[in-house]
């Protein structure tokens, strides 16, 4: 009499593929294998891992990424007005980083290729309005944070409208006016000296090391080098793995492009913000050189912080977030 099957064994091998998250991501050309901007790129699952679907948009150098995605089988769809749209089936498995074949589309005319960029900027006008609504309690400014999954990148124009924005916001004239004082009591950058006029030139420059770190490093750099000056909030994985997230974007940030790289933006921004305020801070306080690296590291020292409490406090505190459909504090 044969015996019986292993019913565990049995088992394991029905079940599905479970574990780490793995990522998909590809590149949109056309016919001539020119690369295309704009195209939208829709990723659904199906079994276990299933899920609405998840929507990207082929960045400038045709690329699309997917990260955070379950092992199992998964469709790509690309498609965009006056393009053929194109499916493609895959599988991806534990902690895999898929590179799906290149995708050809069928660019009938200029002014498709003219419709499908006008739609990747207005997917980033949408989620643009959503992050200027960011505040922590309701008040405190938390425009640098992207909560959306695969969130696009934002245009020259909108780096530079969030940068003034949260230079001009009022919270931020009120933590400047604070800082100030503080300084004024400790007698900090003495050469400024006391009363009416050495709490004004204080105040002047402390607005004016936020000002400038904040047009170079989020929005001048950013444009030239093509990088996101946002924290993309992971919410994901084990605490350990989200703490060193956290602390390794004080260095590295997302590009345009969607890929990880070195923050050239940020770390050349404190460099010359720092170098910058040597030009108005009072001679005896000023260390050259010195102060300007000292500075730099006290910045990458207060971003890494900064990241920590945005990874796990800031979402809790922060009222009314639009549903991304990413995943929960």
């Not at 479970?18 to 050309?29: D, L, R, T, Y």
């Not at 299933?50 to 400038?60: E, L």
């Not at 124009?157 to 604070?178: E, V, Y």
Request: aromatic letters at 10%; proline letters at 6%.
């Amino acid at each position: 009499m044969p015996s019986a099957p292993n019913a565990p064994a049995a088992a394991a091998q029905q079940a599905p593929e479970q574990g780490s998250p793995g990522s998909i991501h590809g590149v949109v050309v056309d016919r001539d294998g020119t690369v295309c901007e704009g195209a939208h790129v829709s990723l659904t699952q199906a079994g276990p891992a299933a899920s609405s679907a998840r929507v990207a948009i082929s960045g400038s150098d045709g690329r699309f990424v997917f990260g955070n995605v379950p092992a199992g089988s998964f469709k790509i769809t690309i498609f965009s007005d006056g393009f053929a749209t194109q499916l493609i089936p895959g599988f991806l498995h534990q902690g895999e980083s898929y590179e799906a074949p290149p995708v050809r589309l069928l660019v009938t005319t200029a002014q498709s290729e003219v419709r499908v960029s006008a739609s990747q900027v207005e997917v980033a006008q949408e989620l643009f309005k959503d992050e200027e609504e960011q505040r922590v309690f309701g008040v405190i400014p938390n425009f640098y944070v992207a909560y959306a999954p695969d969130a696009p990148p934002l245009t020259s124009r909108q780096k530079f409208h969030l940068a003034w924005r949260s230079s001009i916001d009022p919270i931020t004239l009120l933590a400047t006016g604070a800082f100030a004082g503080i300084e004024q009591a400790e007698n900090s950058f003495s050469g400024y000296g006391q009363g009416a006029q050495g709490y004004a030139k204080r105040y002047a420059a402390n607005y004016a090391d936020n000002f400038i770190g904040t047009m170079i490093g989020a929005a001048i750099l950013p444009s030239l080098l093509k990088q996101d000056p946002r924290y993309f909030y992971k919410g994901t994985g084990s605490t350990r793995s989200r703490i060193f997230y956290a602390i390794a974007n004080a260095v590295v940030c997302k590009g345009d492009n969607g890929q990880w790289q070195t923050n050239y933006s940020s770390l050349s921004a404190s460099l010359a913000s720092g170098g910058i305020s040597n030009l108005y801070y009072p001679a005896a306080d000023r260390n050259g050189v010195s102060l300007t690296f000292e500075n730099t590291g006290f910045g990458i020292a207060s971003s890494a912080v900064g990241n920590l409490f945005q990874e796990f406090v800031v979402r809790k505190l922060t009222p009314k977030l639009p549903n991304f459909g990413g995943s929960k504090p």
